[in-house]
């Protein structure tokens, strides 16, 4: 693989159907997705609601709702194939229902627009049955100078 980002991209392939236990990223690691579809510029994963994930009256929290988009964007972004890591200029999201403990919720992120400097991305967050919206929203992403280089996916992978 020339491109240290492949890496990554064939790692979560190979996890189709199973809940990700590698990853770069500690914090997806945590969140335990299950990757259901991974196209070019788009991603879906599911998550069951865990008691750590919800707010006093046990529903999902709003920044783990925020912080699922964030990843998942992160992650997609990563699967372009990109040199460069990119960063988050901001996340707008609209929260419309509510997910309970021991809910599965489907997240769906979707390149929009990839430009040289900045990538825009949209999300969305269902009930498994895809009945019910949960929330939905957008981030632009920023180039960095970071180059994502073998050593450091392979590195972060392991630690």
Sequence with gaps: MNNPTDHI????IQQ???TVTSSPSAFMLWLAPVVKEISEGTMT???VVRKEM???IGTLHGGVTAAIMDD?????IISMGREHFYTTVNNVIDYFS???LGDVVTGKTKIIKAGRQVIN???ELWNLKKERLLARGYSNAL???HKIIETAVHGAAEK
């Design 143 to 145: 180039k960095t100078d």
């Design 121 to 123: 991305v949209e999300f």
């Design 16 to 18: 189709l159907g199973q």
């Design 72 to 76: 998942m964007i992160g992650a997609t």
């Design 9 to 12: 991209r064939q790692g979560l």
């Design 45 to 47: 994963f599911e998550y």
């Design 54 to 56: 919800t707010n006093p």
């Design 98 to 100: 509510a997910a309970r």
